[in-house]
């Protein structure tokens, strides 16, 4: 009996892995399978219009295309994978959305929508898509709700794109659209590299969502090589250091996985990044009551990003669990005003969504006894 069931499991697994997502091929490897499958070319861009801009949820969906092409593809383990939201809360504002996604059973990831009112001149809302690239991160910040549920796996592309087009649907049937997408979900997306590129490549391409590629962010915690890597990829994003301390002692105390990289380094990297791409790389800087948020603090902080250029973005952190608080609103005021004085650029994120724990990783870690 248990000889049967090993079988049918390695099948499954192996019928799994055989499997490729729509949502993962590229624009010209949807040429190349088209092709494949004596069509014309055509048909690739049919294939494309359809999945990135009518959220088809399986291939019957797929009208555009001859119901022979779509056995074909079937036949051929190609699948439309949909993500299943199980849970959804709306700031009192409105202005921001999480939502609980479920791609399978080991992978529930969070997503979270902000809208800003929109500007004199534009009609529709700045809406931005703030996508997660892991489930847990292994990179464990003391302060972080999802650094504190372990690593558990990376997401695939096609899990990345989804999230992002959830949201463009559910915008859609507003009248409104995704303006701007921030890797400031769950995980480190460095971490992730391939992944996290090919979903940057699928939701920029033209053929395929057509995002602008400089309205997207990636923060990462300052993975060099991945940071190395990206400023030699032809791609317009921007970059965003996560800080935290301006030395390597009390960074440490935060980010215990800083290890290898100094603070020195991670300067230098968005040195580089700077000089080869010619964007400048903002420091993210979440302020934790009574931690690293000192007059002392921000004194040494003004000292080493000095003549920088360096933009920094302090982040008045939202309580998790661990005891860390976010200071009073006139020390976070404070600390901003010694970075001007010490001629660093500094502004203070707006908060968003904090009563909907729109902390990356806070509504999974609420709502998981719930819902499993
Ligand atoms: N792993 C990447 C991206 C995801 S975290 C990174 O660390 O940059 C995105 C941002 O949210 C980071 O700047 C992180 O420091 C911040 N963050 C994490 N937990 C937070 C909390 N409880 N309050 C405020 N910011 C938090
Ligand atoms: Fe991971 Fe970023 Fe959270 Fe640190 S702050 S644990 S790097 S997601």
Same mark, same amino acid.
């Given at each position: 009996m248990s000889c049967i069931r090993v079988i049918f499991s390695e099948e499954y697994n192996k019928k799994i892995s055989n499997m490729t997502d729509l949502y993962r091929v590229l624009p010209e490897e949807m040429d190349d399978l088209?092709?494949? /499958? @004596?069509?014309?070319?055509?048909?690739? &861009?049919?294939? %494309?219009?359809? %999945?990135?801009?009518?959220?088809?949820?399986?291939?019957?969906? %797929?009208?555009? $295309? *001859?119901s022979a092409m779509r056995d074909a593809l079937v036949k051929d383990g190609y699948t439309i994978g949909s993500e299943d939201e199980v849970h959804r809360v709306v700031s009192e504002d409105g202005h921001t959305t999480k939502l609980l996604l479920k791609f399978d059973e080991k992978t529930l990831i969070e997503t979270v929508l902000m809208q800003y009112? *929109?500007?004199? &001149?534009?009609?529709?809302?700045?809406?931005? !898509? +703030?996508?997660?690239?892991? #489930?847990? +991160?292994?990179?464990?910040? #003391? =302060?972080?709700?999802?650094?504190?549920?372990?690593f558990e796996k990376n997401l695939k592309a096609e899990e990345i794109v989804s999230q992002v087009l959830h949201f463009a649907n559910i915008l859609r049937q507003r009248g409104e659209h995704v303006t701007n997408l921030v890797f400031m979900g769950m995980g480190e997306p460095l971490a992730n590299y391939d992944e996290t590129i090919r979903a940057i490549k699928l939701l920029t391409h033209p053929r395929a969502f057509g995002l602008g590629q400089r309205s997207i962010t990636i923060s990462t915690v300052g993975v060099i090589p991945g940071m190395d890597r990206l400023a030699d990829e032809n791609i317009q994003v921007k970059l965003a250091i996560s800080l935290h301390a301006p030395n390597d002692e009390l960074r440490k105390k935060l980010v215990p996985t800083a290890g290898p990289h100094s603070v020195g380094d991670l300067i230098a990297a968005a040195k580089r990044y700077f000089k080869k791409t010619g964007r400048r790389v903002t420091f993210e800087y979440a302020l934790i009551d009574g931690i690293n948020d000192s007059t002392k603090v921000a004194l040494e902080l003004a000292y080493i990003l000095k003549g920088n250029g360096a933009h920094v973005n302090l982040i008045p952190m939202n309580p998790t669990a661990g005891g860390f608080k976010r200071p009073e609103r006139k020390r !976070? %005021?404070? =600390?901003?005003? $010694? /970075?001007?004085?010490? &001629?660093?650029?500094?502004?203070?994120? #707006?908060?968003? @969504?904090?009563? $909907?724990?729109?902390? +990356? @990783?806070? /509504?999974?870690?609420?709502?998981?006894?719930? $819902?499993?």
């Open positions: 088209v092709i494949k /499958l @004596g069509q014309p070319r055509y048909r690739a &861009d049919q294939l %494309l219009q359809a %999945l990135y801009h009518e959220s088809p949820k399986k291939m019957s969906d %797929l009208h555009q $295309i *001859p009112s *929109p500007t004199q &001149d534009k009609t529709h809302p700045r809406s931005t !898509v +703030c996508v997660s690239t892991q #489930v847990g +991160c292994p990179m464990g910040c #003391v =302060f972080c709700a999802t650094g504190q549920m372990g !976070v %005021l404070a =600390f901003q005003q $010694i /970075l001007r004085n010490g &001629d660093v650029n500094c502004t203070v994120r #707006v908060e968003k @969504g904090a009563e $909907i724990s729109a902390a +990356c @990783g806070q /509504l999974r870690t609420d709502m998981i006894e719930k $819902i499993r």
